[in-house]
């Protein structure tokens, strides 16, 4: 993928929600393939580890701690993301939460489309390191 202001223009026209639909996945995969590079274990334990990782809840609290990690792009296309309309939730998060999360699903969504890899690997490693007790 190509980083540069004709790219990150491009996509930061997208739906918010799209955005937090690539996201989603994207968080999830780079999760998946950091715990199994660094364990060993069945595939129940790799599910739970990696689902206390990116609930929407551990997502928003992330977003709480570090908002001040991400630059004022990724803040704007974290703004769109959470102040979108959403007509579902979370199982086990709240609404604020849930929409917190979204915007934090945008913004992994967004990087990962301009192909910024190395400020998405900041951000997981950040991540990774706040989780490092539910590891």
Not at 5 to 9: A, E, M, P
Not at 41 to 45: D, T
Not at 108 to 112: A, F, V
């Given at each position: 993928m190509e980083e540069g202001?004709?790219?990150?223009?491009k996509y930061s026209m997208y739906?918010?929600?799209?955005l937090a639909y690539m996201g989603d996945s994207v968080f999830d995969l780079l999760i998946k393939e950091y715990i199994v590079g660094h364990h060993n274990?069945?595939?129940?334990?790799f599910h739970k580890r990696v689902?206390?990782?990116?609930?929407?809840?551990n997502q928003a609290a992330f977003m709480d701690a570090h908002l001040e990690l991400f630059?004022?792009?990724?803040?704007?296309?974290?703004?769109?993301g959470r102040n979108a309309?959403?007509?579902?939730?979370?199982?086990?998060?709240?609404?604020?939460e849930y929409k917190k999360a979204t915007g934090f699903e945008a913004v992994?969504?967004?990087?990962?489309l301009c192909g910024m890899k190395d400020?998405?690997?900041?951000?997981?490693?950040?991540?990774?390191d706040d989780a490092g007790e539910l590891m």
């Open positions: 202001l004709d790219v990150r223009k739906s918010p929600l799209t274990m069945q595939v129940e334990k689902s206390n990782i990116v609930c929407a809840r630059t004022e792009e990724e803040q704007e296309v974290y703004n769109r309309s959403v007509h579902t939730k979370a199982k086990n998060a709240s609404m604020a992994i969504g967004y990087l990962h400020r998405l690997d900041v951000i997981i490693n950040q991540m990774l």
